[in-house]
């Protein structure tokens, strides 16, 4: 489990670094006045980087969850008297 948790929070991460590395890209043709064509092939990297990090987000969501439940169970077995 925790080789799917690292394995998801590194494609997550990945993902991110490259998000911004696009926008910085987007920005810096905004900035130089870059061809119209140029513009929207980043505008389509970056939606579908977007849509690769909300996919990512929410595997990384379930696989952090599923480890706090494992955590967090209560234990089986008779109750206690106090």
């Known amino acids: 489990m925790e080789t799917t948790n690292n394995s998801v929070k590194s494609a997550f991460d990945d993902l991110f ?4 590395d ?8 905004r900035a130089v006045a870059g061809s119209h064509i140029a513009l929207i092939e980043v505008k389509d990297r970056l939606h579908t980087l977007r849509s690769e990090l909300a996919t990512a987000r929410k595997q990384l969501v379930r696989v952090t969850s ?13 109750p206690t008297a106090h």
């Not at 670094?17 to 911004?20: D, H, K, Q, R």
């Not at 599923?66 to 008779?78: H, Q």
């Open 22 to 29: 696009v926008l910085e890209e987007e920005r810096e043709l």
């Open 66 to 78: 599923d480890r706090a439940g494992e955590i967090t169970r209560p234990r089986s077995g008779p």
């Open 17 to 20: 670094s490259e998000l911004v």
